[in-house]
């Protein structure tokens, strides 16, 4: 049964960005706390696309407007947005409010929210570990957050009632809070997110230039490609700015796989193969495991 609004600290939510997730978040609220006041902010078409949906209320296309008078500021704009429209968001939130963000890279966010946020606000920085390979309010889905990892910035130790009024909506939603510095957060994931999305983007490439007018190899392509492709689809607007604000990070994953590729290279067939199929399959398990 849908929770009722007294049962979250938050009585007005302001979505900045309504396109996949910040469309996800706000399908979620209304379906757990369906009487929430919820007011969109994003570019005229997106946003009369997500009232369509249900997934905000209110339209407002003035940010400082829409964070005026806000409990949650959500934030879920492009990094490079992100980070240019904290100052305002700053300047135009009430005391009290808790500002969040879904940026994929924590540490130039929170340098930046440092510096801005300096009144009565608060900033947490945070990132669903959800998604899908296409972006947009038409792939929005109320439970895109159910049993996904929610990375937050900070201590989990933080007693201030905002932040914890965060954590037991993010539960709520079905997610697990996981906290860590936004320094380790941009090199984990800078391994299990920014490095498959490479990867997968160099092997499109090479199965690309490989086909020939024929369509070989592509045409004899079995399940296994397309599964190792999904991630190919993501568009670079999304990839654009993670790659722009976790460049070291993402530049040594990509030196570890090269190092790993050519380990495999120089021993194809040699019986030390065997292993590193075994310890593949172990972490396979494990992952299945922790689903």
Known sequence: MPSTTRAVPF?????LGTGLIGGSFGL??????????IVGFDRPETLQAALARGAVREAEHDLTAAVRGADLVYVALPIGATIEALPAIAAAAK?????????STKAMICRAAK???VGGARFLGG????GKETSGIARADSELFSGARYALIGSEDDRDPRVQGFVALVRMLGAEPVWCDAETHDWAVGIVSHLPQLLATALARVVQDETDETG??????GPGLQ?????AGSPYSVWRDIAHTNTENIARALDRLEQAVEYLRTRLTSKELEQEFLVANELYNKLKRAD
């Open 11 to 15: 009585s007005r939510v302001a979505i």
């Open 28 to 37: 979620a609220l209304r379906k757990h706390f369906p009487d929430i006041s």
């Open 95 to 103: 005391d009290g409010a808790l500002v969040t963000d879904t940026g």
């Open 115 to 117: 510096t801005a946020f």
């Open 127 to 130: 990132h669903p570990m959800a």
């Open 216 to 221: 070989l190899p592509l045409s004899l392509s």
């Open 227 to 231: 599964d190792m492709l999904r991630l």
